[in-house]
């Protein structure tokens, strides 16, 4: 019985992420989000409370599988610059591997105010991984000492968000993956101790 409820709840997240992807959240219905779950609009309310749980939660157990995997990629790094690249290219692979959770989040998170606290966790989530590596690099002489860390990470953060978000308008047409190590590289050579 737990195992079909799992497989359930997760259907309809996904559902729920390809309506508010396609129609965005204020014009997306339960009756769309149960329609494409092949569900009975009640049974929405056996597992969320109303549309805006169901973005909260949809919102929740996408970045977790995407902080568990960037987590992981930044552990096989062995240097400030190796976790650096490895973060960013796994935040976009992510992203570019589940379009729905690219679309919603960089076209419809931000401005919900209903949320703004979930997003503030993912930022601050994302920028304490962030510090770890800036302090990394700070430490292993590949980065300066003289950088305001608080400003490089809403630097990284604000161009990682700025190419999804192009790549998103763009209708996902090209491999966002490709666009990592470029950034990085820009990145680096603003930072590089010298």
Same mark, same amino acid.
């Given at each position: 019985?737990?195992?079909?409820? %799992? ?23 339960? %009756?769309q989000?149960a ?5 009975a ?10 549309? @805006? @749980? ?40 992510e992203?570019? &591997? ?24 993912? %930022? ?7 510090? @770890? ?8 002489? %590949?980065? &300066?000492q ?7 990470? &809403?630097f ?16 996902? &047409? ?21």
């Open positions: 019985m737990e195992k079909s409820k %799992s497989e359930k709840y997760h259907k309809i997240l996904n559902s729920a992420g390809a309506v508010f992807a396609e129609h965005g959240f204020y014009k997306a219905t339960i %009756s989000i329609a494409r779950a092949g569900v609009d009640g049974t929405l309310y056996l597992y969320f409370k109303n549309k @805006d @749980d169901i973005l909260y939660q949809y919102l929740s157990f996408k970045i977790g599988l995407v902080f568990e995997k960037m987590n992981a990629a930044v552990a096989k790094g062995t240097d400030a610059e190796s976790k650096l690249r490895n973060m960013i290219r796994c935040h976009l692979e992203f570019q &591997r589940d379009q729905n959770m690219a679309i919603v989040f960089q076209s419809e998170v931000r401005y919900l105010r209903d949320i703004k606290s979930q997003v503030k966790d993912i %930022s601050k989530t994302y920028f304490d991984l962030l510090s @770890d590596i800036i302090e990394q690099g700070q430490i292993e002489g %590949s980065m &300066r003289d950088l305001f860390v608080g400003l490089v990470k &809403r990284i953060l604000g161009a990682v968000e700025g190419v999804i978000t192009t790549w998103v308008n763009a209708h996902c &047409r090209y491999d966002l993956g490709t666009m990592a190590d470029p950034l990085v590289d820009l990145y680096m050579a603003g930072v590089r101790e010298v």
